[in-house]
């Protein structure tokens, strides 16, 4: 019952001091589960992120069930989802309730503007660190650039791009890799 809890604490905290959603998270959750406690190793924790990355949902509530299933299963994948969940919806309920009253105030216009560079650098370093993971090949290379022109220049799908990828690293990647293994 001690990991609930504990898993309950970590995710409820994050839920409360983070802002900019799931990816903004994934430095914060790493220090949290692999550096601070030592629930998962870093391989675990990084196949956890790429792969919650192409479900649909909110990545910091898929990221809370897959890290608390692995963990400690069922009970601890309900008790971070609803840790992580509880702050932001009470945050969102509470400025719902008051921010079309205040969102003219410069004051308020000019923290918002600072936020969003904060969440910015946190995504950031989360690429970054993704990045670092990934066994990089002039093939991978070229898959990267190629799925942000699918995206951005002939307006494909995310979802799509995201299936294609996988399917490219199943049938591609995984027989090179093999083979130079």
Partial sequence: MKTVFKLFRIFFRLGLFTFGGGFAMIPLIEEEIIKKNSMLREDQFFDIVAFTQSLPGSLAVN?????????????????????????????????????????????????FRGIRVAVLVLILLALKRLAQKVSWNVYKMILVAGIIAAISVFGVHPGFAILISAALGYFVFQPMEEKEG
């Fill in 63 to 111: 990221m809370s069930i897959f890290i608390g299933y692995h963990i400690y299963g069922v009970p601890g994948a309900l008790t971070s989802a609803i840790a992580v969940a509880i702050p932001p919806f009470s945050v969102i309920l509470l400025i719902a309730t008051f921010f079309i009253r205040f969102m003219d105030i410069p004051l308020v216009q000019q923290a």
